[in-house]
């Protein structure tokens, strides 16, 4: 097959490697495969090191061989990398050997912590050398100036060398000297030049995530015109110095005897901003005598639609004038590049440091044999979800899954393209570590300024991941506080200005479409309240989170709003927790962003693409509830610690609306007074999230019970809140698998637009008469909510739509009549508060089996707010909302009655609570 990575080498003579390594990746064959396909050569660093043990299980037999062993932790890591390395060497060496030792390198690094240690490196690098012992290897340098003696050293005992952490031109001249240097020496000392090869390791994206940064402070037209074109001009300025270098008479010499030019590395070469392609990096840096290393996403990207033409050595003109642009502007590039080298040495130490953390940590873990982190009980379940465990190894679930294959999904054509422009959120976690300084940085000078509170506009996926943060961080000292508005009553909508102060208060306004109705109504009743008091400074108080070229990015633009975070569009909504759309919010009340993204990351890794079905946490879980639903198990009842509760209504809109259509459907219960173990069906499944150490819990035991009855349980255990990250992650993997194992596509909605288009039909009709339908309803405290609940059967699920803000006692009221409903019925039950539920299980609800009796709870709103601009209130809005639900509820001939509340809730909620437990 002649593959994108096959025809650089072949037509434009640069050679594509792989940045990343991994046991699973090597066991698996996937290596094999990639090289057949093209890659001729592996990096790896203490980052991908760390993920890769720390977020996997390809080390466990090994790691218990050597705690049996009673080995150090550092003797562990030792042990650990350089199997890892050799195996790569191994699978290499036909590519070495064809290219005369041109390729087919392995690299690996020498400690972050000897950077500025040239002796301990050389030491080091010898060790390595040595204890691998494979021609095929290189040996990883920083660049600093200390390692620039490392590297002639190394190169003069014929030791191959990738120096990394290239950023600037001075860097890489230092760098082509101090390889020179060495070659001149292993000459001059009569040994061959033809065994010895090295590649220089030239930083590419960093440099434009840092740069744009620089270039969107300084702003205006000339500033706007280099954004994302420095990095690339910085690497064909190297590419102008190679040729120099090594096109020049002291390195002709050299040649002659047989060495090799020191070739060019485009490294970090997947895209940061979302604005850009994500093959930028690949395509603009191809040309003769250099290497792209890609990254997995990256690689898959360039392989799919990677552009093919020499464009590394087009250009070079227009690239110095955008460097000298850059510098006229007063923007030093020599300044941010030093910054970059010694933010890329922390990086690697604080990896390292991790990594020897979490191998201490696994150590003592096996020696004390604690449990795992998820733990599956299955009872007399066993069997449908082993062998939808066993059909998704078959099939190859993980592998085709991160390969962005929509035919795990569906054999629809129509579907396809869909499918893979929303999967983006596999590399997110990856994309989102460059972003990480920022975000806490502009966090940090938003505090500095004067601003406490934080007001966040959003509805579904945009929303509930940061009620998800904010109820679980709360908030640190010296950052903001986080509310959400996310409903449509009025209530909720005064509550919420009350709370707020224009003065000390950034809105945040999230959307991926930036079209969502509720959305644009909270912002322009806010940006109008706002604005009475701060007038032209009222920008200054907002920022958008959406996707590129959105309505609201538009509107913020012309409104000149604060900051626009533009999100990538492959990544669909509910989604979208490890992006901007929760990484925001999270640096605003200080949450730690890097540790997030890290659990994050460490996850994705766990999940990966050579990982084992058997073994990969998401698609266990996936194969769990995916297996048990289409066994009549499709209840999933969520069970969460009180610190991590509200994750519970994060998974039910994730899961919902990516299952609930074309008649099938998970369906998750959330914040259900947890009972004993005869209270529960054969139509249940049950996922408990567990945080804190070993101390037993209250939960615990009722989980124990649940277990002991033979109740399918997943257990899952969190430690710390940073550990949502890898939760975020973790359940995104096992949606998508659940999607597959059902048949459906995880990624659409299509019924949401339905309740849409029925409530605007119903303003349309409003603003033309000014009055909205009347529908028929009960009142609270008659038969009629008992009368549907006779209909209810086994495997039934009963609905309760409250159409009213969210208090604390009507949860409590609303639990209770959960609890009677199913000590009536033994039916599952669920609540949600209109609007925002629309986003999540109202995909369900329309989409889904004709399973599910709704009780839609209506009510007053004797204190309306008007919506500027509009010719209806946030009132009739939400009254049009819950009536378009219900028509649409009837058209697809649920079960479904009006109960209207009046104008008080509470007391309407007593009454029905009453009429069931009299009844």
């Not at 590394?312 to 004038?321: F, I, R």
């Not at 390969?403 to 990856?430: C, Q, Y």
């Not at 508005?485 to 945040?508: C, G, I, M, N, Q």
């Amino acid at each position: 097959m002649e593959t994108n990575a096959i025809r650089v080498y072949e037509g434009f003579g640069q050679s594509i490697w792989y940045d990343n390594i991994r046991r699973g990746l090597l066991r698996s064959g996937e290596l094999a495969r990639l090289v057949r396909e093209g890659v001729r050569g592996v990096t790896s660093n203490p980052t991908i090191f760390e993920k890769a043990i720390s977020g996997s299980t390809d080390y466990d037999e090994a790691l218990r061989r050597l705690v049996a062993e009673a080995a150090s932790v550092e003797q562990v890591y030792f042990d650990l990398v350089v199997q890892d390395i050799r195996e790569g060497a191994d699978v290499l060496r036909s590519t070495y050997e064809s290219s005369e030792g041109g390729d087919g390198y392995i690299s690996v690094e020498v400690s972050p912590k000897l950077a500025r240690d040239p002796k301990g490196t050389v030491s080091e690098a010898l060790k390595l050398h040595k204890s691998i012992g494979r021609d095929n290897l290189m040996i990883k340098v920083p660049a600093t100036s200390e390692g620039s003696a490392a590297i002639t050293e190394l190169i003069g005992q014929a030791i191959s060398v990738n120096v990394t952490l290239i950023f600037g031109i001075a860097q890489y001249e230092k760098v082509a000297e101090a390889y020179i240097a060495g070659l001149e020496r292993l000459d001059e000392a009569g040994e061959p030049l033809d065994g010895v090869s090295s590649v220089a390791s030239f930083f590419v994206s960093r440099v434009d995530s840092a740069v744009d940064r620089a270039l969107e402070e300084k702003g205006g037209p000339d500033a706007q015109k280099l954004l994302g074109q420095i990095a690339i001009a910085n690497a064909k300025a190297a590419y102008q110095k190679y040729e120099e270098i090594f096109g020049g008479e002291r390195f002709a010499k050299l040649r002659d005897h047989g060495a090799r030019p020191q070739r060019l590395l485009w490294a970090s070469t997947s895209t940061k901003n979302p604005n850009y392609k994500d093959t930028l990096y690949v395509d603009a840096l191809i040309g003769k005598e250099t290497v792209n290393t890609t990254p997995p996403g990256t690689l898959v990207a360039f392989q799919d639609h990677g552009e093919l033409a020499p464009a590394l050595e087009q250009g070079h003109p227009k690239s110095n004038q955008q460097l000298d642009a850059l510098g006229a502007l007063g923007i030093d590039l020599d300044s941010i590049c030093s910054e970059l080298l010694e933010q890329g040495l922390k990086s690697f130490a604080d990896s390292m440091e991790r990594l020897l953390g979490v191998i201490e940590a696994r150590r003592e873990a096996l020696l004390e044999q604690t449990s795992e982190r998820q733990r599956i009980s299955l009872g007399a379940s066993a069997a449908p979800v082993l062998d939808t465990l066993k059909s998704l190894g078959k099939k190859e679930a993980p592998r085709r899954l991160w390969s962005i294959d929509p035919s795990l999904f569906t054999s629809d054509p129509d579907a396809e393209e869909s499918i893979k422009n929303r999967l983006g959120w596999l590399h997110s976690p990856e994309v989102m570590r460059d972003h990480v300084d920022d975000l806490t940085a502009f966090a940090r000078k938003l505090s500095k300024e004067g601003f406490r509170k934080a007001l966040l506009l959003g509805m579904g996926g945009s929303s509930l991941c940061p009620e998800v943060l904010a109820t679980t961080y709360g908030t640190t000292p010296g950052f903001l506080e986080l509310r959400v508005l996310d409903s449509t009553d009025p209530a909720a909508v005064r509550d919420a200005l009350e709370w707020t102060d224009p003065k000390t208060t950034a809105y945040v306004v999230a959307s991926k479409s930036g079209s969502t109705i509720e959305v644009q109504c909270f912002e322009a009743f806010f940006w109008e309240k706002a604005g009475a008091v701060l007038g032209d400074e009222t920008g200054a108080h907002f920022m958008a989170i959406s996707d590129p070229g959105s309505a609201l990015v538009t509107m913020a633009a012309e409104k000149g709003y604060r900051r626009v975070f533009e999100n990538a569009a492959d990544i669909g909504g509910r989604y979208s927790a490890i992006s901007f759309f929760g990484l925001v919010p999270a640096a605003l009340i200080g949450a730690d962003v890097d540790a997030l993204v890290d659990d994050g990351e460490r996850m994705a890794v766990g999940c990966a693409s050579v990982v084992p079905a058997d073994d990969n946490p998401g698609v266990r879980l996936g194969a769990f509830v995916g297996g048990l639903a289409r066994s009549g198990r499709d209840k999933l009842t969520i069970i969460a610690s009180p610190e991590v509760e509200t994750l519970g209504s994060w998974i039910e809109q994730l899961v919902a609306e990516s299952t609930g259509k074309q008649g099938k459907g998970v369906v998750p219960i959330d914040l259900e007074p947890l009972g004993s173990p005869d209270d529960y069906g054969d139509d249940r499944a049950f996922v408990y999230v567990r945080y804190g150490g070993r101390k037993p819990s209250a939960l615990d035991k009722k989980v124990d019970a649940l277990i002991g009855r033979g109740h399918p349980v997943a257990q899952i255990g969190m430690l710390a809140k940073h550990d949502l990250g890898g939760e975020f992650f973790r359940w995104e993997t096992a949606t998508a698998v659940m999607g597959s194992v059902l048949g459906v596509n995880p990624f659409d909605e299509p019924n949401v637009t339905e309740a849409k288009n029925a409530t605007g039909a119903i303003i349309e009709a409003f603003e033309k008469s000014g009055k909205l339908p009347d529908i028929a309803s009960v009142k609270p405290g008659g038969a009629d909510v008992a009368k549907l609940l006779d209909s209810v059967s086994s495997g039934d699920y009963v609905v309760l739509s409250l159409y009213a803000m969210r208090t604390d006692e009507r949860a409590e009221t609303c639990a209770r009549i959960r609890e009677q409903i199913r000590r009536r019925t033994r039916a599952a039950t669920t609540l949600g508060y209109g609007p925002r539920f629309l986003h999540s299980t109202g995909q369900l609800h329309k989409g889904g089996g004709n399973n599910g009796v709704f009780i839609v709870l209506t009510a007053d709103a004797p204190d309306d707010v008007d919506i500027p601009g509009r010719k209806y209130s946030f009132g009739v809005l939400r009254d049009a909302q819950a009536l378009g639900d219900l028509e649409v509820l009837r058209k697809r001939d649920r079960r479904v009655i009006r109960v209207h509340l009046g104008s008080d809730v509470e007391g309407g909620l007593r009454e029905i609570e009453k009429s069931l437990s009299t009844d």
